[in-house]
Antibody, heavy 121, light 106 residues
Framework: QITLMESGPTLVKPTQTLTLTCSVS??????????VGWIRQPPGKALEWLAL???????RYSPSLKSRLTVTKDTSKSQVVLTMTNMDPVDTATYFC?????????????WGHGILVTVSS | DIQMTQSPSSLSASVGDRVTITCRAS??????LNWYQQKPGKAPKFLIY???TLEGGVPSRFSGSGSGTDFALTISSLEPEDFATYYC?????????FGQGTRLEI
């Protein structure tokens, strides 16, 4: 079955760069029409879409965060990596990665458990 | 960006009630509309895609409707486990925007 798991630091200092890894299983990152997205959720707030990387390495970003985000994938390791530069306390949130495909018309059908990242000095 | 607006923001209901949550897109998204259920401390659960197709394993009391800019999620008879926050999301284009959420509470 499809699983995703986020890993990375749970505490970062302001101005530092955050690097999160999404390790996936049950599917290949090179399978046609498959993608992995990143979504975050500040405590008590709504979901916010951040980025998406497709099987053919096309990448899309939230316009408001585009200058700070980079998403890459390593198909051989079944990992997707999100980096976010210049972290600020307002970036404190639970960060999720999620699977999407053309089969479900772009919805996110499988999610990781999420990782809470706190930005504080 | 396409803006997604849900209403109401919160809703009080009882077990057995029929409830409807609406979601409006700022421009037409055809039927590229998804619904999620989220419980505290958990990842969202995928309920509906393509505006009206239930994901496997989702109870039939959930249904979705709409196209273009106006959509709805209906729960025909609330069960205790349905009390949660619900989000709509468009997958018509990027950024894949979410609604602000509807908290369904007793």
């Amino acid at each position: 079955q499809i699983t995703l798991m986020e890993s990375g630091p749970t505490l970062v200092k302001p101005t530092q760069t955050l690097t999160l890894t999404c390790s996936v299983s049950g599917f290949s990152l090179s399978t046609s029409r498959v993608g992995v997205g990143w979504i975050r959720q500040p405590p008590g707030k709504a979901l916010e879409w951040l980025a998406l990387i497709y099987w053919h390495d096309d990448k899309r970003y939230s316009p408001s965060l585009k200058s700070r985000l980079t998403v890459t994938k390593d198909t051989s390791k079944s990992q997707v990596v999100l980096t976010m530069t210049n972290m600020d306390p307002v970036d404190t949130a639970t960060y999720f990665c999620a699977h999407t495909s053309g089969v479900v018309l772009g919805g996110f059908d499988f999610w990781g458990h999420g990782i809470l990242v706190t930005v504080s000095s | 960006d396409i803006q997604m607006t849900q209403s109401p923001s919160s809703l009080s209901a009882s077990v057995g009630d029929r409830v409807t949550i609406t979601c409006r897109a700022s421009e037409s998204i055809s039927t590229y509309l998804n619904w999620y259920q989220q419980k505290p401390g958990k990842a969202p659960k995928f309920l509906i895609y393509g505006a009206s197709t239930l994901e496997g394993g989702v109870p039939s009391r959930f249904s979705g409707s709409g196209s273009g800019t106006d959509f709805a999620l209906t729960i025909s008879s609330l069960e205790p486990e349905d009390f949660a926050t619900y989000y709509c999301q468009q997958s018509y284009t990027t950024p894949r925007t979410f609604g602000q959420g509807t908290r369904l509470e007793i």
